[in-house]
């Protein structure tokens, strides 16, 4: 009788949480590039943080949205996907302004055709063939140029998916494609962070947002029955997000000691 009484007050409450649950994981994701976003604005610097987190964000969420053609999932992953791409785009557009204005003796490189900001600039005339070479991918000099970038790949994966959207086999391998590119999220930031020996310029604020995010997503994806991918991948990416917090700890309180100039004449071209 007691229980029958709270019926009214549990239900609606479980909705709630529920609600609660949706909105923490279509913008959760995002929360973390906030303080990494007014660094780089206050700073003024972009140096810390590595653009690659973008380009693997929206590969793994183009091809999140693909696969929901194929195989529905729930609408707050489809919605998460649409936020983080629209995201990524504002943190590329923040650092390549800020590249373009600290280095502006750089040389222009594009990912597409010339514009007429060249002749202002009395830069070479810039090929009309795309500028895929691996040492320049990536490092574009304007945003417009990762929009066509990104455009391109949507349109190439969308045909493919298109035409092979029928095929359970393909449908599966581009979920496990899509949350295995999520997954390696944090290996660009990883990586810099190991060549560089240092954790300089990143926000620790972030990453711990990463790790709890990404734990809450994995435990979402568990609870809520979501396609095994995700699951493994969830976690997956918070051990990646462990190992840098690792990083953190080691180089903050193991600093690399330097390394005198005479001892290594090689170093000068290294750097």
Not at 38 to 43: A, E, G, N, S
Not at 60 to 66: E, K, V
Request: net charge neutral; with cysteine; aromatic share 12%.
């Amino acid at each position: 009788m007691e229980a029958e009484g709270l019926g009214w007050l549990l239900v609606p409450l479980h909705q709630l949480v529920s609600w609660g649950a949706s909105g923490a994981i279509v913008f959760g994701g995002v929360v973390p590039y906030i303080p990494q976003y007014r660094d780089i604005r206050r700073t003024q610097n972009a140096d810390g943080f590595s653009t690659h987190v973008c380009l693997v964000l929206l590969v793994a969420n183009i091809l999140r949205i693909l696969f929901w053609f194929g195989r529905h999932f729930e609408s707050p992953l489809l919605w998460q996907s649409i936020i983080m791409i629209l995201t990524m785009l504002l943190m590329l557009k923040l650092c390549t302004e800020v590249h373009v204005a600290n280095e502006l003796n750089i040389k222009r490189r594009s990912f597409a055709a010339a514009d007429s900001k060249d002749e202002e600039l009395k830069v070479p005339p810039r090929r009309f063939c795309l500028d895929f070479d691996l040492h320049h991918f990536w490092h574009w000099s304007s945003f417009t140029d990762y929009v066509q970038c990104v455009l391109a790949f949507t349109g190439v994966a969308g045909y493919i998916t298109y035409l092979s959207i029928d095929s359970a086999v393909f449908v599966e391998a581009l979920g496990f494609l899509a949350v295995l590119t999520e997954a390696m999220l944090g290996v660009p930031q990883l990586y810099r962070n190991h060549h560089h020996r240092s954790t300089e310029g990143m926000s620790l604020k972030m990453v711990l947002m990463w790790t709890s995010g990404d734990t809450f997503k994995t435990a979402y994806f568990l609870l809520n029955g979501a396609p095994l991918q995700f699951s493994v991948c969830g976690l997956l990416q918070v051990l990646v997000d462990l190992a840098i917090l690792g990083q953190a700890y080691a180089f903050a309180y193991h600093p690399q000691k330097p390394v005198p100039h005479a001892a290594h004449p090689a170093s000068a071209k290294a750097l």
